[in-house]
């Protein structure tokens, strides 16, 4: 269904400007069984561009899902060191990553969510000396999808198989930019350029604060911390190899203060965690913490996400999309946060990216949670963005001005 030319021209995109693995530098790639076809020309894409190694970790949704159904909490608990190791060892030869996402949206919503919470809390405490690889942008990392009939009969349950996996394809391959009669590669590098433009004009201004409002009840002030950085895009890693860590990705981010948020947030998407969607839901923040919550659908979920860690209740993340952006447009619900929160203004609750404060990334976790960064072992990103939302930013020197209007970038 799809030519076997647009599938090499989107494994060409993800190796080299994804990841942009360097000559003779290790590739990793994390995917499901699922893309295997994919995951072989990303591979053979790789070595043509000069990778020296290329390690393929599988994993298989469905096999995860029957160890939830018949495995004891405490066995899924236990993380063998095997798989420490293999993350360090990575990490210690200086790859880079490319994930391949296809997971099924709700394939968990039977399983017990504190089961679900047990094991992702070993697996995070397991992996946590190991985050600030691709958190602090040390090395290249990227998330690219892939398509498969489960995930495409759940954005489109009222077509054929057929005619629904076409569908989703053609609409990830327009998020991506990969059609059969353009360069790909050029136009992200156009993209790229726009998105670091707007960027600049954000950090020009160096806003104090952000205030947050629309016609469904959103009334929230986001004050973003002192010498605050947007960013949108690619990023250089430590090694210079500039990459891009989401694609498709449309918006430009930074972060908030730590205990500045106040006011309410509606979100205006389902919010996929664990395996379930979380629907219709508001949180209320007091001084940065989100203090009452409400949702129609998986409550509990919600409770969980909060109430994961420390940090989980405070937000991580400020990003701005506008709504004539191309993904917004399509008007698709892809029920995956890559895509959803490129159609949408999103906050993360959770952990901060050190990038996004001048210096961050030499900063140690100490001297970061000094300056009002948060931090969490998640970062869970949320859609509130709306067709109506206005934003209106203060400067250091008090003055009003407006950032958004009916949506969109108006500076
Ligand atoms: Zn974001
Ligand atoms: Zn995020």
């Known amino acids: 269904m799809v030519s076997q030319q647009i599938l090499k021209k989107y494994a060409q995109l993800a190796v080299c400007i994804g990841a942009n693995v360097q000559k003779g530098q290790l590739l990793v790639i994390n995917a499901d069984v699922s893309s295997a076809y994919f995951v072989r020309l990303c591979v053979e894409e790789a070595y043509r561009a000069g990778a020296g190694q290329v390690e393929v970790r599988w994993n298989d949704e469905t096999v995860t899902k029957l160890a939830y159904q018949h495995e004891s ?22 790859c880079c990553f490319l994930y ?6 709700g394939l968990m919503a039977d399983i017990d ?16 000396p190991f985050e600030y690889y691709t958190m602090s942008n040390v090395g290249q990392w990227t998330i690219v999808a892939i398509p498969t009939l489960d995930w495409a009969k759940k954005v489109f349950p009222n077509d054929d198989d057929d005619t629904a996996l076409e569908k989703l394809w ?10 059969e009669d353009n360069d790909p590669v050029a136009e992200w590098h156009e993209h790229n350029k726009n998105l670091t433009h707007r960027s600049k004009v954000m950090n020009d201004f160096n806003f104090k604060s952000l205030h947050f409002k629309n016609e469904i009840g959103t009334d929230l002030t986001v004050e973003l911390i002192p010498n605050h950085v947007w960013e949108g895009g690619c990023s250089p890693a430590k090694n210079g190899a500039v990459f891009n860590p989401n694609m498709p990705t449309e918006e430009i981010f930074t972060m908030p203060y730590k205990f500045g948020v106040n006011g309410r947030v509606y979100a205006t998407k389902p919010l996929s965690y664990q395996g379930k ?11 940065g913490k989100v203090v009452d919550f409400s949702a129609e659908k998986e409550e509990e979920t919600l409770k969980n996400l909060i109430g994961f860690d420390e940090g989980s209740s405070y937000l991580g993340e400020v990003a701005l999309i506008p709504y004539d952006s191309p993904i917004s447009k399509s008007n698709i619900l892809f029920l995956n946060t890559l895509f959803d929160e ?34 969490s072992k998640i970062h869970c990103d949320f859609m509130f963005g709306s067709p109506n939302m206005n934003i209106v930013g203060t400067t250091q020197d008090g003055k009003q001005i407006t950032v958004f209007k009916d949506g969109n970038f108006v500076i």
């Open 100 to 105: 391949i996402e296809s997971a099924t949206p």
């Open 73 to 94: 909490t405490e066995t899924l608990c236990q993380i063998p060191p095997w798989q420490i190791e293999r993350t360090k060892n990575g990490i210690d030869r200086k």
């Open 170 to 179: 053609n609409a990830v391959l327009m998020s991506v930019r990969v059609r």
């Open 113 to 128: 969510g504190d089961k679900l919470q047990a094991a992702r809390t070993a697996r995070e405490t397991a992996m946590e």
């Open 277 to 287: 969607m979380i629907d219709g839901f508001r949180l209320d923040f007091k001084d």
């Open 342 to 375: 490129n159609a949408s203004c999103h906050l993360a609750l959770g952990a901060a990216y050190p990038d996004n404060v001048k210096g961050g990334a030499d900063l140690t976790r100490e001297q970061l949670t000094a300056l009002g960064s948060n931090y």
